[in-house]
């Protein structure tokens, strides 16, 4: 996926991907092992560096996780927006966001 993560343009503020990074909102359920990819990570965090990065497939590690400065990400905000279980049972409500314009 590594060719693909590439293909992703530098100015890009909102990011949305199928899977989710490796670390960040990607517990599996099913073992608690990580299952987001760590190529994309590292692309998201040093090269595309958006405002917000929106992923899903992890249905079992939903939310918002905000910027961290322990994963060298202190301006990026991420979101797990999966809805339903790993059973597809409705689980959460939608994840609503604003973007406000700087000053």
């Not at 990580?34 to 929106?54: A, F, M, N, T």
């Not at 797990?80 to 966001?97: D, K, M, T």
Request: net charge negative; aromatic share 10%; hydrophobic share 30%.
């Amino acid at each position: 996926m590594e060719a693909k993560w590439k293909l992703i343009e530098k100015d890009t503020d909102i990011l949305l991907t199928h899977c989710p990074p490796y670390s960040i909102g990607d517990k599996c359920i099913f073992g608690g092992e990580s299952g987001g990819c760590k190529k994309l990570l590292q692309y998201v965090r040093d090269e595309i560096k958006p405002l917000i990065h929106i992923f899903g497939h992890e249905h079992g590690d939903p939310g918002i996780f905000p910027p961290d400065t322990d994963r060298n990400d202190s301006q990026i905000y991420f979101a797990n927006a999966a809805s339903v279980s790993e059973y597809y049972r409705l689980r959460q409500s939608p994840i609503v966001f604003s973007l406000i314009p700087k000053q």
